[in-house]
């Protein structure tokens, strides 16, 4: 069994449509795929309508979140959510309140580009986001595509990192509230790609140890962001608060180099997230 529970479609940031993701997950030889778009499910329907034969698909999401400690400032963290009620009301209102958050932001960022002179037109890029969920790589990709820079890495490395002066931060979900609302919506949260440093600041123990409390439910360990060392103590921690495991590519299609499946789940892992999400089911034969 191959299982990959992180991968983005164009409903959010990443460059393939959720039946081009499926079509290429299978070609890959994928079993389980999850699709986690960004702050919105728009692509579930898509992606169950478009199901090809022998691929088990689980509905899921990434929640912009964040991590509030006492002596420091918030530190971003993403939360993986799967199986959970889209209809509930409370999560429902939250994910809308994120994208809203995403247009007003982007605007922001787009607009001061434009102001220094750089080739970006904000009602363009709206325009191509296909889910209407717009990120830092809708604005790298419309950089790219104007001869502003040679790729979307190169953007963020030079335009759109956080401490850029053009960067412009989300008001992101506090990461428990976060939690208990995808588990007051029977979902499984886990705690997506937690040690990727070169993403910026990341969590310390106590910080992971209060989101089990809050609920979590699991770690997303074998990640393409995650070294050796930082995979290794995220097992650690995960057998000590007793959370499930996962592994997965966080696949953006072009705007990512990573492949599909570079890292997966165990199968016993994925029975037992399959077991905890009691919100929504699988799409499978
Ligand atoms: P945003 O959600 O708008 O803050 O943008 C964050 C997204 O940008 C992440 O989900 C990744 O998909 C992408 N991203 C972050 N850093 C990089 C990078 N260095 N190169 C390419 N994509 C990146
Ligand atoms: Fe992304
Ligand atoms: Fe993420
Ligand atoms: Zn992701």
């Known amino acids: 069994m191959r299982i990959d529970l992180h991968t983005h479609s164009s409903v959010s940031d990443g460059t393939e449509t959720p039946a081009e993701l499926l079509a290429t997950a299978r ?33 899921g999401m990434e929640l912009s979140c964040r991590w509030f400690p ?17 209809t509930h009301a409370g999560f429902a ?6 994208r809203q958050e995403r247009l ?6 787009v607009g001061a580009l434009a102001a220094d002179g750089y080739p970006v037109v904000w009602e363009q890029i709206v325009e191509r986001s296909a889910g209407g969920v717009v ?16 790729s979307v890495d190169e953007a963020f490395v030079t335009l759109l990192h956080h401490h850029s002066p053009y960067y412009v931060a ?18 499984v949260p886990v705690f997506a790609h937690g040690l990727a440093t070169k993403r910026g600041r990341v969590v310390g123990d106590d910080a992971i140890a209060g989101m089990a ?40 299609g072009r705007n990512k180099q990573t492949p599909i499946g570079a890292c997966t789940t165990d199968a016993d892992q994925f029975e037992a997230l399959l077991a905890a999400g009691i919100g929504s089911e699988a799409y499978r034969d």
Not at 170 to 187: C, H, Q, S
Request: hydrophobic share 40%; net charge negative; proline share 6%.
């Open 93 to 98: 209102a939250e994910r809308g309140r994120l």
């Open 104 to 109: 007003e932001r982007g605007a922001r960022i």
């Open 170 to 187: 989300k008001v992101d979900t506090d990461v428990r509230e976060g939690i208990a609302l995808v588990r007051a919506a029977g979902g």
């Open 70 to 86: 006492s002596d420091q400032p918030p530190i971003s963290v993403h939360l993986l959510a799967y199986l959970f009620d889209p």
């Open 213 to 252: 409390e809050a609920g979590l439910l699991g770690l997303e360990v074998d990640h393409p962001d995650h070294a050796p060392h930082e995979r290794a103590h995220l097992r650690g921690l995960a057998e000590d608060l007793g959370l499930i495991v996962t592994g997965s590519s966080d696949y953006h």
């Open 135 to 150: 990120g830092r790589p809708h604005v790298a990709r419309a950089l790219v595509e104007a001869g502003a820079v040679e």
């Open 27 to 59: 070609a890959a030889g994928l079993d389980v795929v999850a699709l986690t778009d960004h702050d919105t499910t728009a692509g579930w329907s898509l992606a169950e309508a478009s199901r090809p034969a022998g691929l088990t698909v689980v509905p």
